[in-house]
């Protein structure tokens, strides 16, 4: 779900991150690129939507006044959406390590609905 929200919304360079190991404040890191300021925010506003509908709760937005960068908590998925130079700054993807997933894998929703997981690898 996440990653066809970010798809639909024609993000650029979406990683998915598999945080296993590494942290206990989310299972996946999605990173993303929009081209401006407004794409970043509505790409943020589209998932936050999305997330609600599948019935996830208190979903966070941060950095929303510039969106240069902007966090979507959204609880088991923490998506990092950046214009581009600010994302090559920070470089997000080389402090958590190499993507372990790619742009093609889907999330879906667990049977709590309070949670998203990717699928098994096909």
């Keep these: 779900m996440v990653e066809a929200s970010l798809d639909d919304d024609k993000a650029q360079d979406v990683v998915v991150i598999d945080l296993a190991g590494k942290t206990d404040f989310a299972d996946y890191m999605v990173i993303a690129s929009g081209t401006s300021q407004r794409m970043v925010n509505t790409m943020a506003q589209h998932l936050r939507e999305k997330m609600k509908a ?3 709760e208190g ?3 941060e950095g929303t006044p510039q969106c240069d960068w902007v966090l979507v908590d959204g609880g ?7 214009r581009p130079e600010i994302r090559a700054f920070y470089d997000l993807e080389k402090i958590w390590g190499d993507p372990v997933v790619r742009s093609h894998r889907r999330f879906e929703t667990v049977d709590t609905g309070s949670a998203l997981h990717a699928p098994e690898q096909m």
């Design 54 to 56: 599948e019935g996830l």
């Design 76 to 82: 088991d998925v923490v998506v990092h959406l950046f």
């Design 59 to 61: 979903i966070a937005l």
